[in-house]
């Protein structure tokens, strides 16, 4: 019997270990988008022709002019990032779960 606890341990151990891991490498990932996304019109002015063209292909699509404006599309997943900065509220409900939790626990408000 506690061969088979010492073993569910073990396995609980290295998920927790692997979990953790996967978390610092997503933070590291992160930031490092983060930090590129803020200097990328630097990048962008210091690049050559080339580099610039595809950028705007990686980023864009089904450009077109309409008389002297630009029409396109942000390709995925930009445009998530770009819908989600026009959103105030990212957790929709949080409130009312924040609400019944005090509730339940006896914290009326």
Same mark, same amino acid.
């Given at each position: 019997?506690? @061969? &088979?606890?010492? &073993?569910?341990?073990?396995?609980?151990?290295?998920?927790?270990? /692997?979990?953790?891991?996967?978390?610092?490498?997503?933070? &590291? @990932?992160?930031?490092?988008?983060? /930090?590129?996304?803020?200097?990328?019109?630097?990048?962008?002015?210091?690049?050559?022709?080339?580099?610039?063209?595809?950028?705007?292909?990686?980023?864009?699509?089904?450009?077109?002019?309409?008389?002297?404006?630009?029409?396109?599309?942000?390709?995925?997943?930009?445009?998530? &990032?770009?819908?989600?900065?026009?959103?105030?509220?990212?957790?929709?409900?949080?409130?009312?779960?924040? /609400?019944?939790?005090?509730?339940?626990?006896?914290?009326?408000?």
């Amino acid at each position: 019997m506690n @061969t &088979i606890k010492s &073993i569910k341990l073990y396995d609980l151990d290295l998920n927790l270990n /692997n979990h953790t891991k996967a978390d610092e490498k997503f933070t &590291i @990932t992160v930031n490092y988008l983060l /930090n590129l996304a803020s200097r990328a019109y630097q990048l962008f002015e210091s690049s050559k022709l080339e580099q610039k063209r595809q950028l705007i292909n990686f980023l864009l699509s089904n450009l077109r002019l309409k008389g002297k404006t630009l029409l396109y599309e942000v390709n995925k997943p930009f445009d998530a &990032i770009l819908n989600a900065n026009k959103c105030s509220n990212w957790l929709p409900g949080l409130d009312n779960i924040e /609400n019944k939790l005090d509730y339940s626990l006896g914290e009326n408000k």
